[in-house]
């Protein structure tokens, strides 16, 4: 009998939770993100990953929201097939137009204090994705990042099946995609090691 006695309230639950309006749950990305200024220069830290970001501008130079970069590491293999990328193959103010020289400039200047910036891989850019803002992108919480574009980030993967390619995070649609190195695409570097991040689904 106890147990027919549950069954209304259960469902009343149930029913509850499933007509609840999707625009009433609360979206983290409305509320994890908080601003770190060092020396005028103004970060953005991730307190679900404990992640710092780098911001942009619409003033020339460096951070540049209108900067492009084609996707270069003179690291990478490059005998009988270069995995290497473009170099200097973007548009760009303030270091040559690569990812691997931006990186090296940013840190050489010391941006927000740090050295230590790097090109994000594909988890990290999903975590800070808002697909729920994809009808009116981008999809990233332009409070903390003002100057953000509706378009393609490079990340620091790179697609292992075919040499002269890697990944890319798109801000329009709020998915990864895979495109060729030599293409000139946005870049926002980020630096740490997350605490939890949740790994974008192939």
């Known amino acids: 009998m106890k147990a027919l006695t549950l069954m209304p309230t259960l469902m009343c639950l149930l029913l509850a939770s499933c007509s609840r309006d999707p625009a009433d749950v609360p979206n983290p990305h409305d509320t994890k993100f908080e601003t770190v200024t060092v020396a005028a220069e103004t970060c953005v830290l991730d307190t679900s990953t404990q992640l710092l970001w780098q911001t942009k501008t619409s003033e020339s130079g460096l951070h540049n929201t209108a900067n492009t970069y084609s996707w270069y590491d003179p690291n990478e293999a490059h005998g ?107 870049v926002r570097l980020v630096r740490g090691t997350a605490s939890q991040l949740q790994a974008v689904k192939e």
């Open 80 to 186: 009988e097939l270069d995995y290497r990328g473009l170099e200097n193959g973007g548009d760009c103010e303030g270091s040559a137009c690569d990812t691997w020289h931006y990186v090296q400039a940013v840190n050489d200047a010391g941006f927000c204090g740090h050295h230590d910036w790097r090109m994000p891989n594909k988890d990290e850019l999903f975590s800070v994705s808002d697909v729920r803002r994809a009808s009116t992108p981008p999809t990233m919480n332009t409070v903390f990042f003002p100057n953000a574009r509706s378009a393609e980030y490079w990340s620091g993967n790179d697609y292992s099946f075919q040499y002269d390619t890697a990944w890319a995070w798109n801000f329009e649609l709020g998915h990864d995609r895979v495109d060729w190195k030599k293409e000139p695409k946005f």
